[in-house]
C-alpha cells in the first residue's frame, strides 16, 4: 500500500492549510485513517484519526481547530487546519490501518511539512 501526501507549506499563524493523502487501496472489512506529526525534538504524535464507520478522534490541542475527513470511493483522507499556530509546526505523516487477514496492517506516508510562522 502507498501513501502520497500533500498540501503542507508555510502559513501565518491563524491561517489555513488542507493536507491530503492518498492510499493506493485500502482493501479489507475495516481500516483507520489518520494524521501524525513530528516536531523538532519531539516525538512523533497522533493528531487526528477516522474510522471506516465515521468515528473521528483528536487530541487535545487540535480539537475545534482541526477537522478530518475522508473519500472511502478515492482512498483519500484530509486534514483541514485553521486557527494554525507557531506549535502546529511539524512534518504530518499520514498513516492508515488495515485489517486484512485476521491483522492489522500499518502503511505509513513520507510526510509533509506545515510551517506556520510571520
Known amino acids: 500500500v502507498q501513501l502520497q501526501a500533500s498540501g503542507g507549506g508555510l502559513v501565518q499563524p491563524g491561517g489555513s492549510l488542507r493536507l491530503s493523502c492518498a492510499a493506493s487501496e485500502t482493501r479489507g472489512p475495516s481500516n483507520i485513517m489518520g494524521w501524525y506529526r513530528q516536531a523538532p525534538g519531539n516525538q512523533r504524535e497522533l493528531v487526528a484519526m477516522s474510522t471506516i464507520g465515521g468515528t473521528s478522534n483528536y487530541t487535545n490541542s487540535v480539537r475545534g481547530r482541526f477537522t478530518i475527513s475522508r473519500d472511502n470511493a478515492k482512498n483519500t483522507v484530509y486534514l483541514q487546519m485553521n486557527s494554525l499556530k507557531p506549535e502546529d509546526t511539524a512534518v504530518y505523516y499520514c498513516?492508515?490501518?488495515?485489517?486484512?487477514?485476521?491483522?492489522?496492517?500499518?502503511?505509513w506516508g513520507q510526510g509533509t511539512l506545515v510551517t506556520v510562522s510571520s
Open positions: 498513516k492508515v490501518v488495515l485489517y486484512r487477514d485476521e491483522k492489522w496492517l500499518h502503511y
